[in-house]
């Protein structure tokens, strides 16, 4: 009867764990095991020739790799520094309302509900350069005589890319930073009020010490996303013109599909989620550092 009683629970939860493992675990472990083989979609014979370390060494080697790990990285620094700097503009205005301000904060929701996809779709269309909304308001304000290529131009797609990007997902810094704001205590505030801070000193040392926590959340959150952009890009560009735009996760979707090497985009893939998980740690240290500074100065 005890073991009865002890095994229910389990049995209950057996469900939940062999979906988890049919959904989740046996294509990892089958992913992982085809990164070292060099296994093609076209030759399904070459997922059981076991080529140890080559496909890692072959990334790890591979120049096209590094350039969209580097362009990765780029359009993560510019797009979190943007979307933390409107994020917390926006926050802190929502925060100043006294009438509305559920309304704004829903409304600040509205490009979180929008698919990748869709934002894909609705920004290629902005940016087109013949028939495009941006194109023809600027040369209807007389800035601009010619269509300008905004998704041709490499410099110009990419750029593009990222305004996608920051239009879609600033919305996350926004609403944590608001949660940050509404949570802080208002005594320190009014201390500073009292020993004369302007307002400017005022933020830089009494609130944003304190929303810091909540910023460097939004940026993990943020970080992982950004570093496994697939579905903007590929709408977009598809990682045009010339692979000016190619980013991580869209060399290794072309390498498994466009080239068919499915064991060299799944090496591709475990070396990007290293560099991830390296790039979370970072922010989780910072996080650290922000709770212990609000810590001892709170």
Request: hydrophobic share 55%; aromatic share 12%; charged share 15%.
């Amino acid at each position: 009867m005890k073991l009865k009683k002890l095994s229910a629970p389990a049995l209950l939860l057996l469900p939940a764990f062999v979906v988890l493992a049919a959904v989740i675990v046996l294509p990892l472990m089958f992913s992982f095991y085809s990164s070292f083989t060099p296994f093609r979609l076209t030759r399904p014979e070459t997922l059981w020739v076991f080529v140890g370390l080559r496909n890692y060494m072959t990334v790890l080697g591979n120049a096209e790799f590094w350039i969209a790990f580097g362009r990765t990285v780029l359009l993560l620094t510019v797009a979190l520094n943007a979307e933390m700097l409107l994020g917390l503009g926006l926050a802190l205005l929502v925060n100043k309302a006294t009438h509305g301000q559920r309304l704004l904060r829903t409304m600040m929701m509205f490009p979180m509900m929008f698919s990748p996809v869709l934002v894909g779709f609705q920004f290629k269309f902005l940016f087109n350069d013949n028939i495009g909304f941006v194109n023809n308001a600027l040369q209807s304000l007389g800035l601009t005589d010619q269509a300008i290529p905004w998704l041709i131009d490499g410099n110009l797609a990419l750029l593009s890319i990222i305004i996608a990007e920051v239009w879609s997902s600033t919305a996350v810094f926004a609403i944590l930073i608001l949660a940050g704001l509404l949570a802080m205590p208002k005594d320190p505030v009014e201390a500073a009020h009292v020993d004369g801070c302007t307002p400017w000193q005022t933020f830089r040392y009494v609130t944003w010490p304190y929303l810091m926590p909540f910023a460097f959340i939004a940026m993990t959150i943020r970080s992982l996303d950004v570093a496994r952009a697939y579905d903007i890009v590929k709408i977009m560009t598809d990682g045009g013109p010339a692979k000016r735009t190619e980013l991580l996760w869209t060399l290794v979707g072309r390498t498994a599909y466009a080239d068919a090497r499915m064991g060299l985009a799944n090496a591709m893939a475990y070396v990007a989620i290293l560099l991830s998980i390296v790039f979370t740690v970072y922010f989780f240290r910072k996080l650290a550092a922000a709770r212990q500074q609000i810590g001892a100065e709170w």
